[in-house]
């Protein structure tokens, strides 16, 4: 991304057909200048609260505001140390909320962010909420699930959609409940032209495919990609609110792990080498004493050098002393230092223990596949859509539609699939609307596609 304004990006959120109030919370900032393309990069984030009315939303609310405000306090410190510290500060803040008022004890939310800049995308996540990157015919999911499903899947070593009799909305690890919570930091991604990034609730990812998701998303626009993802998730019963933030790179993103923008040495790598020598065991320890042995005998040495015409012993004598003491001193530098990187690295293993490296890991992938029988399936769909659409007078735009569908035929008959998917998913989007609007009066439609 060679600069900080070729990116398209859209945001939607939704109630959902069953649920009386949104409990999900979601922040979009996208640079606005190449300062801030520097700094702060462009930041998405996705909150899903948990809880009775207004106790998740809270909770929701509570994390956005939060997550992004440390972040940009600290992020000279580098972006996983700032979104670490981040999701610490939003699960404390909420947390302590809870336990102030007994009406939100419990209260928590999920937290999924997103952060593009120069070097590349780092994720911030808690929950089964969800990011995913969308590259040429492949979706990759960046985040891991903290549900029980994913963990009963990681043990039996199969994929998290092969879990059978498991709730699967039981997730264990969220911001709130808990005094601490240990987020998931990872990165940098690489970012290449034509990426699409998504953050999203599992409103969406519960009754929308992976393969769906890139599908959409590559074929439409970020603002259409987003309400085609929404109306999908309504028209398959909406049982949970659903929250989307779609991204498009373009230009020429120039991500690198090891970015020109940092700086030669990073003041974070500075202050983690002070807090090391710190942390060594207090005392004398063995390292220190035979250095400081070494250095005393070199200084006798020296001394010995300078007084060497005034020594009374045989030119092999005083020889022979002074390769001993050479020899010894030797011996207890090798010793000194070697027991000062032991030591050293020792508390280095121990923070790393505590704050895990970064790395930028793909936890599941999902190959797009746009077929003539998904096709097919659409074209049901629409024409089901059609006839109740002119039964009830919805006044849909018979023009457009019917442009839409030529083209999607005419596409098909030319074995462009995905052009043709792209027509037919904006044909839906003039019936999604107003069959939501009447589904309490009308009798449900049969859902052909990806079923």
């Known amino acids: 991304m060679a600069s900080f304004d070729q990116i398209e990006c859209a945001v939607l959120t ?26 702060l990069g462009h930041v998405l984030l996705v909150a899903d609260g948990m809880g009775a009315h207004a106790v998740g ?17 600290h992020v000279k410190d580098g972006a996983p140390e700032s979104l670490r510290k981040a999701f610490y500060e939003a699960n404390s803040t909420i947390h302590t909320c ?6 939100f004890r419990g209260m928590g939310t999920t937290a999924t962010g997103i952060v593009i800049r ?22 990759e999911q960046l985040t891991y699930d903290h549900s029980l499903v994913w963990e009963y899947a990681r043990l039996k070593k199969i994929d998290p959609d092969e879990v059978k009799d498991i709730p699967s909305n039981y997730i264990n690890r969220c911001l709130g409940p808990e005094a601490i919570v240990e987020p998931d930091i990872e990165g940098p991604h690489k970012v290449m032209q034509g990426d699409i990034f998504l953050v999203c609730s599992d409103g969406l990812t519960g009754l929308v495919k992976d393969s769906e998701l890139g599908a959409i998303t590559t074929s439409l626009s970020a603002q259409e990609a987003c309400k085609m993802l929404v109306d999908l998730a309504n028209l398959r019963g909406g049982h949970d609110n659903i929250t989307v933030i779609v991204a498009k790179i373009g230009g020429n993103f120039k991500s690198s792990n090891n970015s020109t923008n940092e700086p030669a040495i990073n003041p974070t790598f500075l202050n983690k080498t002070v807090t090391r020598l710190k942390s060594m065991k207090p005392g004398i320890p063995w390292w220190f004493i035979c250095l400081m042995f070494g250095l005393l005998l070199a200084i006798s040495l020296i001394g010995i050098k300078a007084m060497e015409r005034q020594l009374t012993d045989s030119i092999l004598t ?22 000062f990187y032991i030591q050293f690295q020792s508390s280095k ?22 077929t003539q029988a ?11 859509f059609k006839k109740r659409g002119e039964d009830k007078a919805w006044g849909i735009n018979q023009d457009t539609l019917e442009n839409h569908l030529s083209l999607a035929k005419s596409s098909v008959s030319k074995n462009d699939f995905a052009e043709a998917f792209k027509h037919y998913c904006l044909a839906l989007l003039l019936f999604s609307a107003p069959w939501i609007k009447h589904r309490k009066e009308d009798s449900p439609v049969e859902i052909f596609w990806g079923k």
């Open 14 to 39: 939704d109630v959902g057909l069953k649920r009386g109030y949104n409990q999900d919370s979601n922040y979009l900032s996208l640079a606005s200048n190449e300062t801030q393309w520097q700094e």
């Open 57 to 73: 939303e809270k909770a929701s609310e509570q994390a956005v505001k939060t997550i992004p405000h440390v972040y940009s306090k």
């Open 98 to 103: 809870g336990q102030e008022n007994t009406e």
């Open 118 to 139: 120069p070097e590349g995308v780092w994720i911030g996540h808690v929950g089964d909420s969800r990011a995913y990157r969308i590259r040429g015919k492949l979706v």
């Open 318 to 339: 005083g020889d022979l002393v002074k390769f001993s003491i050479i020899f010894i001193a030797l011996i207890s530098f090798i010793a000194g230092t070697i027991g």
């Open 349 to 370: 293993d121990d923070e790393t223990k505590e704050f895990p490296m970064p790395s930028a890991r793909i936890h599941r992938r999902t190959l797009i596949e746009i």
């Open 374 to 384: 998904s096709l097919t399936k659409m074209e049901k769909q629409i024409e089901v």
